[in-house]
């Protein structure tokens, strides 16, 4: 069994948070898993992303064309690990937009990600989810990223539960904090039994 | 419980999931290790941030020196005083602290010492990818190198006991991705506690004058022979089989997790020799070990370092094993080893099936985004305030001279002022050069921390020599790329203890400088004229550009419940595009053809505000739910 997860997004945006909180849930659900992270140049406002590679690996680099899942907390972010997907594998865009300052010096605007899907085709599953609004549902936006993951546990066959999940929160957060990631959770994972009802939705399999 | 405490409180048989850097913090409280000392760098930091929480409780002595050197020699002290000590750096760092190193290895110490060197394949966040595994050889130090967070913590471990054995410290190597890979750990018990005062090292004990030296010459030698049978029989070195075992692999570090993938993805049989201790290696064993395969592949990252030791072997006992390596071309000499890069490696000889990727084209229409300042960077107006300075004061011909910390992104768009950039304490010491042997006049950038590490001996060289430049030191008050780390000029140590605090203004004071000014870089208005004033100045100037790092600001801010945000009036914006062009924060961009701040990213520091980014004042504060 091999399932390997690829979150992206811009730093500071909770990249390493998320693919932590993953990790610990899989090893909750009894499974091997080992997970990369790229500290970079900038703090803030460069490209992030961790690797959560779960199963029977050892290198926490997932290979080109073989992950399961992608989390673009960020955009463009999400696309720029398209090197990394196949044809069953799904790509979660979050709604949240940073337009790096190389585009403003250029004069040019963020460009439209949905035509980018639409050049990608049928290549890879696309979904764009307003994981901000869901948060702020839940109650903060920074939240985000845990309503990302409940999205893709009700639409993927990540191989954790969501009593794994909730369970890696409470020993990360407490009080508020972890109140509305629990909710955040809840709400995502709603989000996307929705999404796999509707009948304009693909159904992912999950497998390679 | 918080991970730091995990990793103190931790109990033996406890899973827990550790970065591999906390994982080499938990193998020091394993080890009862006394005394640590660093200097941050990527990838070695977390190790000194997860010690910085937990010495006090832990029991143990724990600093950021200001330099690696002088990490090292902390470190040693200990060690010769009968103390376990730990001394960890980044690669580069040991260059730093080489010097020290060299003798170490003549000296010999009374108590466990390691040296540990996170090196970067690939170039992450550094300015080379050096193999350290050289400086084993050149030091005649054995090393260490752990694949995984478990191994991470269990060889140092072992690395303590070695360096007890044989009376002399041993290196201990990571890379980004062993020191940044995150797994389960399972804890081990803690070896009890030791006093934590050294005693007296011993009378003319160790000294490195050369008539003691070349006694102790003789010394080293014995100690490399006792390692030479420590790794002949440490399971550090082990052997793995896969399948049939047909092909023979040597390899170590971060290449045996991809390796390992490899084979199994490719069903590759395969025997697996996995080198834990690279110097020396376990020479015999790996003599049987060729002449039990006829193909044999070295897989290693950077240098052909175990291929060439390898290849003399089979030399020496004339063995006729075929050796894939890097000195044949099968595998590349740059970079990391990835599965993929692997895989393609061992295609051709293996007859691997191996399906075609292309990448998708729709790459290509993705903009980049190189590492930008932080929104509030103080270093963002420092730079956009000295180029108006520059370009005002006439100067035609100057060359900006940088240095190592967040301010090294100024050499990024839109400011693009850095014309060399070497070293920790380059801005300084080429600077100085620059400014003596060319016409131009030399702005040289450095940070706090770096100031204090390595620039205080270049400025004394530049102020001696007459060189021409103006030094901007940009004082943001603590260690900002590495993750906050604190510096000679904060009031607190690696342990948040109150400690001395330096005036970096009282030592460029002190060497004679021409003109010497404190400016806030918020404030636009008085420190661009301040940075003018010193450009004028003859021989060598200062400026010390001093407002604390956004993210410690923010910090505060948070605490307070305040976050002032900036919002632009689009009646009043005329569309000049300064503020994304020149100015260049993250959190201004051009929506809809309009100019926006995110109020998301937006740090509240205002500079953008300042007449000097927006003349037509349409940057206004605001309220974080519209104006």
């Given at each position: 069994m091999e399932y390997n997860i690829i979150i992206a997004g811009v730093g500071g945006q909770g990249v390493v948070t998320l693919g932590s909180l993953i990790a610990e849930a899989t090893m909750d659900a009894g499974l091997n898993v080992v997970m990369s992270e790229i500290h970079g140049l900038s703090q803030r406002g460069g490209s992030v992303s961790v690797d959560v590679r779960i199963g029977d690996v050892r290198s926490p680099i997932t290979p080109d064309g073989s992950a399961n899942l992608i989390i673009g907390l960020e955009g463009m972010e999400g696309f720029r690990m398209l090197g990394k997907a196949n044809a069953d594998t799904l790509l979660l865009v979050n709604s949240r937009r940073m337009t790096p300052v190389y585009l403003g010096i250029r004069g040019k605007e963020y460009p439209d990600l949905k035509e980018m899907a639409k050049a990608v085709g049928g290549t890879v599953r696309i979904l764009f989810i307003d994981g901000e609004n869901l948060a702020r549902e839940a109650g903060s936006e920074r939240a985000a990223g845990t309503a990302l993951l409940g999205a893709a546990l009700a639409m993927h066959?990540?191989?954790?539960?969501?009593?794994?999940?909730?369970?890696?929160?409470?020993?990360?957060?407490?009080?508020?904090?972890?109140?509305?990631?629990?909710?955040?959770?809840?709400?995502?994972?709603?989000?996307?039994?929705?999404?796999?009802?509707?009948?304009?939705?693909?159904?992912?399999?999950?497998?390679? | 419980m918080k991970i730091y405490d995990r990793v103190l409180d931790g109990l033996p048989g406890e899973k827990t999931l550790l970065l591999g850097n906390e994982a080499i913090a938990r193998g020091f409280v394993e080890a009862a290790g006394g005394v640590a000392a660093t200097y941050p760098g990527t990838p070695s930091s977390e190790v000194g941030d997860t010690l910085s929480?937990?010495?006090?409780?832990?029991?143990?002595?724990?600093?950021?020196?200001?330099?690696?050197?002088?990490?090292l020699e902390v470190a040693y002290s200990a060690a010769i005083s009968g103390i376990r000590s730990f001394a960890f750096m980044k690669h580069v760092g040991l260059n730093v602290a080489a010097d020290a190193l060299m003798s170490t290895a003549y000296s010999g110490v009374r108590a466990g010492m390691v040296v540990m060197t996170a090196d970067d394949p690939s170039m992450f966040s550094s300015q080379n990818e050096q193999d350290n595994r050289h400086y084993a050889e050149l030091s005649h130090l054995p090393m260490i190198e752990p694949s995984t967070p478990q191994e991470a913590k269990d060889y140092l471990i072992r690395a303590f006991e070695i360096s007890e054995k044989l009376a002399m410290p041993v290196l201990f190597r990571t890379t980004t991705r062993v020191s940044h890979m995150r797994a389960p750990v399972v804890m081990?018990?803690?070896?009890?506690?030791?006093?934590?005062?050294?005693?007296?090292?011993?009378?003319?004990?160790?000294?490195?004058?050369?008539?003691?030296?070349?006694?102790?010459?003789?010394?080293?030698?014995?100690?490399?022979?006792?390692?030479?049978?420590?790794?002949?029989?440490?399971?550090?070195?082990?052997?793995?089989?896969?399948?049939?075992?047909?092909?023979?692999?040597?390899?170590?570090?971060?290449?045996?997790?991809s390796l390992v993938d490899v084979i199994k993805s490719n069903s590759i049989g395969a025997e697996v020799l996995k080198v834990g201790m690279s110097n020396p290696i376990p020479e015999n064993r790996i003599a049987s070990f060729l002449m039990s395969h006829e193909y044999m592949f070295v897989v290693e990252e950077l240098d052909p370092y175990l291929e060439q030791k390898v290849r003399v072997i089979a030399q020496r006992e004339g063995i006729p094993a075929l050796i894939h390596g890097k000195l044949d071309g099968t595998f590349p000499?740059?970079?990391?080893?990835?599965?993929?890069?692997?895989?393609?490696?061992?295609?051709?000889?293996?007859?691997?099936?191996?399906?075609?990727?292309?990448?998708?084209?729709?790459?290509?229409?993705?903009?980049?985004?190189?590492?930008?300042?932080?929104?509030?960077?103080?270093?963002?107006?420092?730079?956009?305030?000295?180029?108006?300075?520059?370009?005002?004061?006439?100067?035609?011909?100057?060359?900006?001279?940088?240095?190592?910390?967040?301010?090294?992104?100024?050499?990024?768009?839109?400011?693009?002022?850095?014309?060399?950039?070497?070293?920790?304490?380059?801005?300084?010491?080429?600077?100085?050069?620059?400014?003596?042997?060319?016409?131009?006049?030399?702005?040289?950038?450095?940070?706090?921390?770096?100031?204090?590490?390595?620039?205080?001996?270049?400025?004394?060289?530049?102020?001696?020599?007459?060189?021409?430049?103006?030094?901007?030191?940009?004082?943001?008050?603590?260690?900002?790329?590495?993750?906050?780390?604190?510096?000679?000029?904060?009031?607190?140590?690696?342990?948040?203890?109150?400690?001395?605090?330096?005036s970096i203004e009282e030592i460029i004071r002190s060497t004679g400088v021409g003109s010497l000014e404190t400016a806030d870089p918020y404030d636009l208005k008085t420190f661009l004229p301040a940075v003018l004033r010193s450009l004028k100045s003859e021989g060598v100037s200062a400026v010390v550009a001093r407002r604390e790092c956004a993210i410690l600001r923010d910090r505060e801010i948070r605490k307070?419940?305040?976050?002032?945000?900036?919002?632009?009036?689009?009646?009043?914006?005329?569309?000049?595009?300064?503020?994304?062009?020149?100015?260049s924060c993250p959190a201004i961009d051009i929506k809809g053809g309009q100019i926006a701040i995110d109020p998301d990213l937006c740090d509240g520091c205002g500079v953008c505000a300042e007449p000097m980014?927006?003349?037509?004042?349409?940057?206004v504060s605001g309220e974080r739910n519209g104006i």
């Open positions: 066959e990540i191989p954790v539960s969501e009593n794994n999940v909730n369970s890696a929160l409470s020993r990360r957060f407490s009080g508020k904090i972890l109140a509305l990631n629990h909710k955040a959770l809840d709400l995502g994972m709603r989000y996307g039994a929705q999404l796999l009802k509707g009948s304009n939705v693909p159904v992912p399999t999950g497998k390679p | 929480e937990i010495a006090a409780r832990g029991g143990f002595y724990f600093e950021i020196s200001v330099n690696e050197k002088v990490a081990g018990p803690k070896e009890d506690r030791l006093a934590l005062m050294g005693t007296y090292p011993g009378h003319l004990a160790h000294v490195t004058l050369p008539s003691y030296s070349i006694k102790s010459r003789k010394a080293l030698s014995m100690r490399i022979s006792h390692a030479e049978v420590i790794s002949q029989q440490t399971d550090l070195n082990r052997l793995e089989v896969y399948g049939d075992g047909e092909y023979g692999f040597i390899t170590s570090g971060s290449a045996y997790n000499e740059e970079y990391e080893y990835s599965a993929d890069v692997i895989e393609k490696a061992l295609a051709a000889p293996l007859k691997l099936n191996i399906k075609p990727r292309t990448a998708p084209a729709v790459l290509q229409q993705i903009p980049p985004r190189p590492p930008a300042l932080c929104p509030g960077c103080p270093h963002r107006a420092t730079y956009y305030a000295v180029k108006r300075a520059v370009r005002m004061s006439g100067l035609n011909n100057v060359t900006y001279s940088s240095d190592i910390g967040c301010y090294s992104l100024g050499a990024y768009e839109p400011f693009e002022m850095a014309d060399v950039l070497l070293e920790m304490g380059s801005s300084l010491g080429a600077g100085s050069g620059l400014g003596k042997l060319t016409d131009s006049r030399v702005v040289a950038f450095v940070g706090d921390s770096t100031f204090f590490h390595a620039g205080i001996p270049a400025l004394i060289n530049a102020v001696r020599t007459g060189s021409r430049m103006t030094l901007v030191v940009m004082d943001n008050s603590t260690t900002a790329m590495t993750g906050q780390q604190t510096n000679p000029g904060l009031a607190y140590d690696g342990m948040g203890n109150p400690s001395a605090q330096m307070k419940g305040q976050m002032p945000v900036y919002v632009v009036d689009t009646k009043k914006c005329a569309l000049c595009m300064n503020c994304v062009t020149n100015f980014v927006c003349p037509f004042r349409a940057i």
